[in-house]
């Protein structure tokens, strides 16, 4: 299923990227959250999100839709839509935030 998607968004405009993952999410994803808020996460620092997540959210292109990434969670779909440097996060010099989105299917 994962792949499946992954092929339609990939269809997918920049202007439209985002919120079609949404729909997608709100669509077929199976973790509750993900599937009421359109996969939305918020923003979130390096080292909240299990390993597997965290490598993805915060080396991946922004912009791009990454995965099929399997955690102790399931599988996910992942579309990085903002990453903050440390130098833009004032008080926080060490800590990259990012903003994701996340579409879990089994």
């Known amino acids: 299923l994962c792949l499946d998607l ?3 968004l990939e269809k997918s405009s920049e202007d439209t990227l985002a919120g079609d993952f949404a729909a997608l999410a709100a669509e077929h994803s199976t973790c509750p959250p993900g599937k009421s808020s359109g996969g939305a996460l918020g923003a979130f620092g390096r080292g909240q999100m299990v390993p597997q997540f965290d490598q993805v959210v915060f080396e991946a292109p922004v912009g791009k839709v990454m995965g099929p990434v399997d955690t102790a969670f399931g599988s996910h779909l992942i579309l ?3 990453r903050e440097e440390p130098e833009d996060i004032p008080d926080k010099p060490a800590v990259k935030r990012s903003g994701a989105k996340s579409a879990k299917a089994d």
Request: aromatic content about 0%; glycine content about 0%.
């Open 80 to 82: 990085v839509h903002q």
């Open 6 to 8: 992954k092929a339609q």
